[in-house]
């Protein structure tokens, strides 16, 4: 069994910062990309940005020059980093991550989401 465990978000002012990470725990052989998602309310769930286990990030046009994933493989961790933040950021923030393990092979795992509001 796999977990992804958010933690980070809150309530901000426009143009705050808030950092959020996300931890993966379970029976894991390895993990490829890891990615962070956001659907606010009555929209779909689009990607914000996604990290290669080898370090290479992508992101979603509206957050370029303003968010940062990382990730740290040793603890299994992914990070974003939310700088000059929006109203329009706000949502619930979700991790996704692509694991391997012994029972199941190669599944993209979800976290619980957590919410970030950004006041106006």
């Known amino acids: 069994q796999v977990q992804l465990v958010e933690s980070g978000g809150g309530l901000v002012q426009t143009g705050g910062f808030l950092r959020l990470s996300c931890a993966a725990s379970?029976?894991?052989?390895?993990?490829?990309?890891m990615g962070w998602y956001r659907q606010a309310p009555g929209k779909q769930r689009d990607l914000v940005a996604v990290?290669?286990?080898?370090?290479?990030?992508n992101y979603a046009d509206s957050v370029k020059g303003r968010f940062t994933i990382s990730r740290d493989n040793a603890k299994r961790t992914v990070y974003l980093q939310m700088n000059n933040l929006k109203p329009e950021d706000t949502a619930v923030y979700y991790c996704?991550?692509?694991?391997?393990?012994?029972?199941?092979?190669?599944?993209?795992?979800w976290g619980q989401g957590t919410q970030v509001t950004v006041s106006s």
């Open positions: 996704n991550a692509e694991v391997w393990t012994s029972t199941w092979g190669k599944y993209l795992y």
């Open positions: 379970g029976s894991i052989l390895r993990i490829n990309d």
């Open positions: 990290i290669t286990s080898g370090g290479s990030p």
